[in-house]
């Protein structure tokens, strides 16, 4: 079993920016694929940014794309997403996941384990 708590959510002015981390325990994830998925206030839950275990192939929501960066430290068992940009459309609860298969996956049913996720408010 994994286990994964975020951290770094807070309220920034739009335009901002924030280094959220997914710090993992229970086991090694560096054969796991990460992704990070937000989810709005009556909106589904969707993809943002995914790594695969290797952090040789990795992906973005085009609403991200050139904004946010993902990245995995295997040593410390953490997966990090810096934002950049901030914009109000940004605000949501974002959640880490992780995939056992070790590939990107773009929807949250086919991810494994989930943290509790981190509340980023942009204000305008």
């Known amino acids: 079993q994994v286990q994964l708590v975020e951290s770094g959510g807070r309220l920034v002015q739009a335009g901002g920016s924030l280094r959220l981390s997914c710090a993992a325990s229970?086991?090694?994830?560096?054969?796991?694929?990460m992704g990070w998925f937000r989810q709005a206030p009556g909106n589904e839950r969707e993809f943002v940014a995914g790594?695969?275990?290797?952090?040789?192939?990795?992906n973005y929501a085009d609403s991200v794309k050139g904004r946010f960066t993902i990245s995995r430290d295997n040593a410390k068992n953490t997966v990090y997403l810096q934002m950049t940009s901030l914009k109000p459309e940004d605000t949501a609860v974002y959640y880490c996941?992780?995939?056992?298969?070790?590939?990107?996956?773009?929807?949250?049913?086919?991810?494994?384990?989930w943290g509790k996720g981190t509340l980023v408010t942009v204000s305008s």
């Open positions: 229970g086991r090694t994830i560096r054969d796991y694929a």
């Open positions: 790594i695969n275990w290797s952090g040789t192939s990795i």
């Open positions: 996941a992780a995939d056992r298969q070790g590939r990107i996956s773009y929807t949250p049913l086919d991810m494994d384990y």
